[in-house]
């Protein structure tokens, strides 16, 4: 069981640039989160999933999209990557809702935009 | 956006000694309090989920407390070991599901 895993674990993309972090949980979790991880700042949340086939913006949906056409995965994608989007990025998910449960984590992706 | 802070940001405790610290929320639309562990180079790890006013919940020399009423959870470290130096995230629920996390705090164990 390999719970929540996270790829690549480093990226080092210019400006302008796009790319996909992926997520996958093996634990049949219908709550999939993505959340980024500023110095100093709590984890603020991009987007998440209730289900497979429907999304929701978070917090901080700007400069990114996401999918969700599994139950396992939800990949987060960067069209135009900017300075700003360096981040740490983590994946999570859950059972239920996120209030009543709780949310397991992957290792993270450390992305740092040039 | 929902204000949750936690306090102090950072604290160095001497090994042996027992600590705690304050995660504040808004104090209406509660819903649930989570307290997540997160030690470095790791993914935070859930430590309690609290839900009714007065919760107490204890897992080792961990405890947590709840008052929703005035909107404030503690969690308390007895006899702090080198082990439970991390940082704790508490992050908060309210009744339209909105989900906010704390900046954390950050335990240094001196050995």
Same mark, same amino acid.
């Given at each position: 069981?390999?719970?929540?895993?996270?790829?690549?674990?480093?990226? *080092?993309?210019? *400006? /302008?640039?796009?790319? %996909?972090?992926?997520?996958?949980?093996?634990?049949?979790?219908? &709550?999939?989160?993505?959340?980024?991880?500023?110095?100093?700042? /709590?984890?603020?949340? *991009?987007?998440?999933?209730?289900?497979?086939?429907? %999304?929701?913006?978070?917090?901080?949906?700007?400069?990114?999209?996401?999918?969700? #056409?599994?139950?396992?995965?939800?990949?987060?994608?960067?069209?135009?990557?900017?300075?700003?989007?360096?981040?740490?990025?983590?994946?999570?998910?859950?059972?239920?809702?996120?209030?009543?449960?709780?949310?397991?984590?992957?290792?993270?992706?450390?992305?740092?935009?040039? | 956006?929902?204000?949750?802070?936690? #306090?102090?940001? #950072?604290?160095?405790?001497?090994?042996?000694?027992?600590?705690?610290? %304050?995660?504040?929320?808004?104090?209406?639309?509660?819903?649930?309090?989570?307290?997540?562990?997160?030690?470095?180079?790791?993914? $935070?790890?859930? @430590?309690?989920?609290?839900?009714?006013?007065?919760?107490? !919940? !204890? !897992?080792?020399?961990?405890?947590?407390? @709840?008052?929703?009423?005035?909107?404030?959870?503690?969690? &308390? *470290?007895?006899?702090?070991? $080198?082990?439970?130096?991390?940082?704790?995230?508490?992050?908060?629920?309210?009744?339209?599901?909105?989900?906010?996390?704390?900046?954390?705090?950050?335990?240094?164990?001196?050995?």
């Amino acid at each position: 069981n390999a719970g929540v895993t996270q790829t690549p674990k480093f990226r *080092i993309l210019k *400006i /302008g640039q796009s790319m %996909t972090l992926q997520c996958t949980q093996d634990m049949n979790h219908n &709550y999939m989160y993505w959340y980024r991880q500023d110095p100093g700042m /709590g984890l603020k949340l *991009i987007y998440y999933s209730v289900g497979a086939g429907i %999304t929701d913006k978070g917090e901080v949906p700007n400069g990114y999209n996401v999918s969700r #056409s599994t139950t396992e995965d939800f990949p987060l994608r960067l069209e135009l990557a900017a300075p700003s989007q360096t981040s740490v990025y983590f994946c999570a998910s859950s059972e239920g809702s996120g209030g009543l449960n709780e949310q397991f984590f992957g290792p993270g992706t450390r992305l740092t935009v040039l | 956006i929902l204000n949750v802070e936690q #306090s102090p940001q #950072s604290l160095h405790v001497q090994e042996g000694d027992s600590t705690n610290f %304050t995660c504040s929320f808004p104090s209406s639309n509660f819903y649930a309090l989570h307290w997540y562990r997160w030690e470095t180079a790791k993914s $935070p790890e859930a @430590l309690f989920v609290m839900t009714l006013n007065g919760d107490e !919940k !204890k !897992k080792g020399r961990i405890s947590a407390t @709840l008052n929703t009423k005035e909107g404030y959870s503690y969690l &308390y *470290i007895k006899g702090s070991q $080198p082990e439970d130096s991390a940082t704790y995230l508490c992050a908060f629920t309210d009744g339209n599901n909105r989900l906010a996390f704390g900046k954390g705090n950050q335990v240094v164990v001196i050995p």
